[in-house]
């Protein structure tokens, strides 16, 4: 069975590295919901954050171009090294999984529903939902919360 596409990289992460990962993402909205709705600048810095998919297929082709310059130029042999990385590279749209992604995801390489689920919590913060409307520093646990659960509904 093909796993779903927002959930395939998480099944095949460690489920310690997802948990730092979840972890990280929290502090960073309790950082900025007790800063106040004004410091939510971080928005910028997502839209720049690179997802697994982007620094995978970044790699691949990384590796890629690399195989096939050194198949060139010093032996044929080196030809193979691009099919690999092109199977991996299937494999990871199929499953999930390929063999950079744990390293990747110990580096803290996000998801981007993992990253959405950040922005959206903040935006939330921020009171662009009118439903959830922003609270200043004094009760920023509790913004942070409600934040979080928008983000995930």
Same mark, same amino acid.
């Given at each position: 069975m093909i796993p779903s596409t927002t959930r395939r990289v998480p099944d095949n992460t460690a489920e310690s590295v997802n948990e730092e990962i979840r972890r990280r993402t929290e502090e960073s909205i309790a950082r900025c919901a007790a800063a106040g709705p004004e410091?939510?600048?971080?928005?910028? $810095?997502?839209d720049? $954050?690179?997802?697994? $998919?982007?620094?995978? $297929?970044?790699?691949?082709?990384?590796?890629?171009?690399a195989g096939l310059?050194? @198949?060139a130029?010093?032996? @044929?042999?080196?030809?193979?090294?691009?099919?690999?990385?092109? @199977?991996?590279?299937?494999?990871?749209?199929?499953?999930?999984?390929?063999?950079?992604?744990?390293?990747?995801?110990?580096?803290?390489?996000?998801?981007q529903t993992e990253i959405d689920y950040e922005r959206y919590a903040l935006k939330a913060l921020r009171g662009d939902f009118k439903h959830?409307?922003?609270? @200043?520093?004094?009760?920023a646990s509790a913004s942070a919360g409600r934040a979080l659960q928008a983000a995930t509904s």
């Open positions: 410091a939510i600048d971080r928005l910028a $810095e997502l720049r $954050e690179w997802d697994t $998919e982007r620094t995978l $297929e970044a790699n691949a082709a990384t590796a890629v171009l310059t050194l @198949g130029t010093v032996d @044929g042999k080196w030809f193979i090294f691009p099919a690999v990385v092109a @199977g991996f590279l299937l494999q990871h749209a199929v499953q999930g999984w390929c063999p950079p992604l744990p390293i990747f995801r110990r580096y803290g390489v996000r998801t959830l409307p922003a609270d @200043g520093p004094a009760r």
